[in-house]
């Protein structure tokens, strides 16, 4: 057992299992083979309408949440501050570091309206300077609590702002700088190639962090808070060190470290990073850290008619999407925040009333959303963090009214008065045209690697296949590898990509029908079967997953060991994404695409792609880049996932 026995009972409602085994060390819970168990204990020490482990002292101790709310329109029902306690005695739930008579030295109290929790504006003394590293060197850049500051005038900021780091980046006070700039020849370091065959890759069962530190980081902005070395100098309660360390991180990715200071101190950040590099915790844990710092639990919310959350965090499918709810989760366990999730293909009234219980952190989909906030279910009027998680791929899936609706629409603070973070493994030039108008002027522009690039973790081969026939045989050899190596320990997987969902339909049971063992998703698959195909494809009871791009984007499988383009998709972004399901955490992947005459228009950037990842690349494939080949039968750009 994991020991992670999660009373947030604000999971999904729907009886579907917190998503178990990856890089948790968890065994599959379920027991059918296709991942179905009954939906009530599962195997987490859930309850099924558990009275949370906060239970009765939630409940209770806000008796007078009503009154206007801070938006003025009356949608909330907002706490007195007579009869708000005393934050000493009901954060106790939040913590268990004892740390809180030291938090609340030099605090000044602020009363916003917000169901069930109030903000405390951080006023920091110089003990609290002195203290805590974290927290020093973001006050010192300058920036007070971001948040805090927008809320009140009155934020005590230390006078100083003077830097006293010891890293370049902090006292050159840089606009724009590069601070490592060396890519490593090979992983290895030594040039030879580590992964000679690609039933090698994957084998090390843990994440390996080490492997990004050579990465380069640019940052551009004003006065940037200097990076974290660990996550200890976040200066969190003990409570999120434990989850931390339980989630198995020792030392924050480069994206963590440049990230989590500059979402502390309260400024908006866009930000890219390599597949797999860790970004959701970029943004999930200082949203925890914040709520937890400057965020009073007032009791009661149980009489709240609209979930009124402090961050909203959006992503573009419903598997990205509970994803982080359960990263989210994982890092707020036994503390106070209350994390939900809502997303579209199951129906609409467990959520409401998951809601109802109250909700800090949203984790959604754009269309889910849009419609809970026109049914008068959702108030955005209290988001501090809005969040769009590979905001790249909801405009490419036609969610761009709906994010409209939600972040320009609606009741959402606007720029500045909220703080937006902007997370993907790449920066189209949409993306930029949405960061202009979704982030304040003064944001920090964060890229760890190249924008667009792949990891080095990751070996790419490309494969000239001109037959249907011969990609099907070649894939069912790499299944039967996939099955010798299996043995009795955890299999390693596979994905393939393929480009419509007829195909994926077709592929799947032809592969069936030859004794593979394969499951499928794609966006005409309900719900229901994707969550089924999903844990059957976790768990490894099916190691081969068939998919459209559905799956491209923020799968985080640790054993997945191989991904094959089985069709190569149009666009380089979407190829890095793909091959991104592999190769996470610093562990190694391959990717083997299979390219036919349809693709030549992906020739260019494909070389240019491998080279750049010093891949090889075969002849065949500069012929095709060189001789500028016309796309003979381009495939229809209609979206078919
Ligand atoms: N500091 C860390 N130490 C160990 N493992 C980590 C660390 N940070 C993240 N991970 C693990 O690495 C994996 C990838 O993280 P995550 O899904 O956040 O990557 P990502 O950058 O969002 O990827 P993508 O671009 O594909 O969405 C996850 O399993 C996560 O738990």
């Known amino acids: 057992m994991s020991g992670w026995e999660h009373n947030d009972d604000g999971g999904d409602g729907w009886g579907l299992e917190p998503s178990s085994t990856d890089g948790w060390g968890l065994e599959p819970r379920s027991s059918d083979g296709w991942g179905l168990e009954p939906t009530s204990s599962d195997g987490w020490g859930l309850e099924p309408s558990s009275t949370d482990r906060w239970g009765s002292e939630r409940r209770t101790s806000n008796g007078g949440t009503s009154g206007p709310s801070r938006s003025g329109k009356g949608l909330l029902p907002s706490p007195h501050p007579s009869n708000l306690p005393n934050p000493k005695n009901v954060r106790r739930n939040a913590s268990s570091s004892g740390k809180f008579g030291e938090m609340y030295k030099g605090y000044e109290e602020r ?14 003394n110089e003990d609290d300077l002195n203290t805590n590293y974290g927290r020093r060197e973001l006050d010192k850049s300058g920036y007070g609590r971001g948040i805090g500051s927008r809320m009140t005038n009155n934020l005590s900021r230390p006078k100083s702002i003077v830097r006293h780091g010891t890293l370049d980046v902090v006292e050159g006070g840089f606009n724009q700088m590069t601070i490592v700039d ?31 530190q050579n990465v380069s ?42 990230a989590i200071p500059v979402c502390l101190s309260g400024r908006d950040l866009m930000a890219t990073a390599q597949t797999g590099s860790g970004k959701t915790a970029a943004f999930c844990l200082p949203i ?12 009661d919310s149980t009489s709240v008619s609209m979930a009124a959350p402090f961050a ?35 129906p609409i009234g467990v959520q409401v009333n998951n809601l109802q219980r109250g909700v800090d952190i949203l984790v959604a989909t754009p269309g889910r959303l849009s419609d809970l906030m026109d049914r008068r279910k959702v108030t955005l009027s209290n988001v501090e963090f809005l969040v769009l998680d590979e905001a790249d791929r909801m405009l490419d899936m036609g969610f761009e009214p709906q994010i409209r609706r939600i972040v320009e629409e ?23 045209r949405l960061a202009r108008t979704y982030l304040s002027e003064d944001h920090v522009h964060l890229s760890v690697g190249r924008t667009g690039s792949s990891t080095n973790l990751i070996k790419q081969v490309v494969e000239r296949h001109l037959e249907v026939t011969s990609k099907r045989n070649r894939l069912l050899e790499f299944f039967r590898k996939q099955e010798m190596r299996g043995g009795k320990e955890r299999t390693m997987l596979t994905v393939v990509f393929v480009e419509t969902k007829r195909e994926v339909d077709s592929l799947t049971e032809w592969l069936c029908r030859m004794g593979c063992s394969a499951t499928s998703i794609h966006g005409d698959r309900t719900q229901y079967e994707r969550e ?80 750049e990842a010093k891949q090889e690349v075969p002849e065949w494939l500069l012929d095709f880049a060189d001789s500028r080949h016309t796309r003979v039968g381009r495939r229809s750009s209609s979206k078919n996932w």
């Open 111 to 124: 009363y916003v309206g917000h169901a069930g929790r109030t903000r405390q504006n951080h006023q920091y």
């Open 182 to 212: 060396k890519l490593p020849k090979s992983i290895d370091g030594a040039g030879n190639d580590p992964y000679p065959d690609y039933s090698s890759a994957c084998s090390n069962g843990n994440a390996n962090i080490d492997a990004y």
């Open 217 to 258: 980081v640019e940052v551009n902005g004003k006065d940037v808070p200097r990076p974290l070395n660990s996550f200890k100098d976040i200066g969190s309660e003990v409570v999120i060190q434990i989850n931390i360390e339980k989630c198995g991180y020792k030392q924050p990715t480069p994206i963590q470290k440049h």
């Open 288 to 299: 925890i850290v914040d709520i937890l710092r400057c965020c009073t639990n007032t009791g």
């Open 312 to 346: 909203v965090i959006l992503s573009p499918t419903r598997e990205l999407t509970s994803q982080i709810h359960e990263e989210a989760k994982k890092f707020s366990h036994n503390t106070s925040v209350r994390v939900a999730v809502v997303y579209g293909g199951v």
């Open 410 to 432: 609606g009741d959402m603070p606007p720029v500045k008065q909220r703080q937006t973070l902007l997370f993907s493994a790449t920066f189209p030039n949409e993306i930029k």
């Open 532 to 611: 089924r195909s999903m844990k059957a494809f976790r768990s490894g009871k099916m190691p081969m997953l068939i998919a459209t791009d559905v799956a491209a984007r923020g799968l985080d499988v640790s054993d997945i060991s191989l991904v094959v383009n089985y069709d190569l998709p149009r666009e380089i972004d979407t190829y890095v994404h793909r091959i991104g399901r592999t190769g996470r955490a610093g562990r190694m992947g391959t990717a083997i695409s299979f390219f036919s005459e349809n693709d030549a228009s992906l020739a260019k950037p494909l070389v240019d792609l491998l080279k």
